[in-house]
């Protein structure tokens, strides 16, 4: 993580990445939010997500990852975007949901100045690499996915601003 020290005393910030924008990363957002201001850090850190594809611009989540995410307590508001270069610059921590993500985000030049990981790196070594597309699946596909996003996500907040 030596590349993606945070420089202090400055606030963070923090993006999910997927495909579609719609399942996986908005739920990260959501999850990732509640815990931001559960722990009252929402003056310090500043969370969003993208996807890598164009597929879903301007939608909200799929309707399925609303329904699970809610039914653990977390609203998700966000509309689908893609990610774009400038993103790179903006964002202190960019987290891909699976190697095809990861792979995507790699392949732009401005990412060799941004600190890009992939989501299970911040998880034991006994959880999936990827968090799996649950977009094709059924409905527990939805909730592994929260499951993952709810082991990560404090590891990453600790990452991003050391609490
Ligand atoms: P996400 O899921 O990448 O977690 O948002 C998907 C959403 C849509 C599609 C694939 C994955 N799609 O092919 O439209």
Redesign the pocket.
């Known amino acids: 993580m030596e590349s993606c020290k945070p420089k202090l005393g400055q606030a963070r910030s923090l993006l999910f990445v997927?495909?579609?924008?719609?399942?996986?990363?908005p739920a990260a957002e959501g999850v990732m939010q509640k815990l931001i201001d559960q722990r009252g850090l929402a003056e310090r850190v500043r969370v969003d997500s993208a996807?890598t594809s164009s597929?879903?611009i301007g939608e909200p989540a799929?309707r399925r990852m609303r329904a699970a995410a809610a039914s653990r307590g977390y609203d998700l508001t966000s509309r689908a975007r893609m990610i774009h270069r400038a993103d790179f610059a903006k964002f202190d921590l960019i987290i891909a949901?699976d190697h095809a993500n990861l792979r995507e985000l790699l392949s732009y030049k401005e990412s060799q100045a941004g600190c890009v990981r992939l989501l299970s790196d911040f998880l034991e070594p006994h959880w999936l690499r990827e968090v799996p597309?649950?977009?094709f699946g059924g409905e527990q596909g939805f909730f592994e996915v929260l499951d993952m996003l709810e082991a990560a996500c404090p590891a990453i907040l600790t990452a991003l601003d050391g609490q």
């Open positions: 997927c495909l579609g924008n719609i399942c996986r990363s996807g597929y879903h799929d949901m597309d649950p977009y």
